[in-house]
């Protein structure tokens, strides 16, 4: 949240801000507004929804919650395969959301700024072409502790025009 309110307090005064969070699925926290008491607030009431790809090891997990065979690394494996899995269906997933979510803005007159939430910041370049043509400047927040590499989150900011903001817990 403190880099999401970092990410609006860079946007300039008068500015239409959406806050949209994406993970399992795509969550509209504040649709566009300039009312930045209001993007507040909603920010505030919004509760994350914890999703990592960790989430992929209940899967592997047997009834009886102990791996089915401890022999060798083979659980290891599985579980890196299933991770690696989901975050395709996601990346996937996600392309599409930011596709539509480009056709959706496309109608909303004049430049606009979306703070995006995220752990994973995978898009397309068809979408993220739509999405600069609609006048959407992205704010990528990461949501990841501890913070990853940026060189994604930064180039989606410097192509739309917004700012990368990190996971940290600094004001």
Same mark, same amino acid.
């Given at each position: 949240?403190? #880099?999401?309110?970092?990410a !609006?307090?860079s946007?300039? $005064? &008068?500015g239409?801000?959406?806050?949209? *969070?994406?993970g399992?699925?795509l ?5 566009f507004?300039s009312?930045?008491?209001r ?15 960790d989430a992929?090891?209940?899967?592997l997990?047997?009834?009886l ?8 690394d #083979?659980?290891?494996?599985? !579980?890196?395969a299933?991770? $690696? &899995?989901?975050?395709?269906l996601r990346? *996937?997933a996600?392309?599409?959301e ?7 803005l496309?109608?909303?007159p ?13 898009i397309?370049p068809?979408?993220?072409?739509k999405?600069?043509g609609?006048?959407v ?5 990461d949501?990841? #502790?501890?913070a990853?590499?940026?060189?994604l989150m930064n ?9 990368a903001?990190?996971?940290r817990n600094?004001p």
């Open positions: 949240r403190i #880099a999401a309110l970092r !609006l307090r946007i300039h $005064a &008068g239409r801000i959406a806050i949209y *969070a994406t399992r699925r969550e509209v926290i504040c649709e507004t009312d930045r008491d993007l507040e607030r909603q920010l505030e009431r919004w509760k994350p929804i914890v999703d990592t790809p992929a090891n209940d899967a997990i047997s009834p919650g102990a791996w089915g065979d401890h022999r060798g #083979a659980p290891d494996k599985a !579980l890196v299933t991770i $690696a &899995g989901d975050e395709q990346a *996937a996600r392309d599409d930011m596709d539509l979510i480009a056709d959706h496309a109608a909303v004049g430049r606009k700024n979306l703070v995006w939430l995220s752990r994973s910041f995978g397309g068809h979408a993220l072409q999405l600069n609609a006048g400047a992205i704010y990528p927040v949501m990841a #502790a501890p990853r590499p940026t060189e180039r989606i900011a410097a192509l739309t025009g917004g700012v903001q990190y996971a600094d």
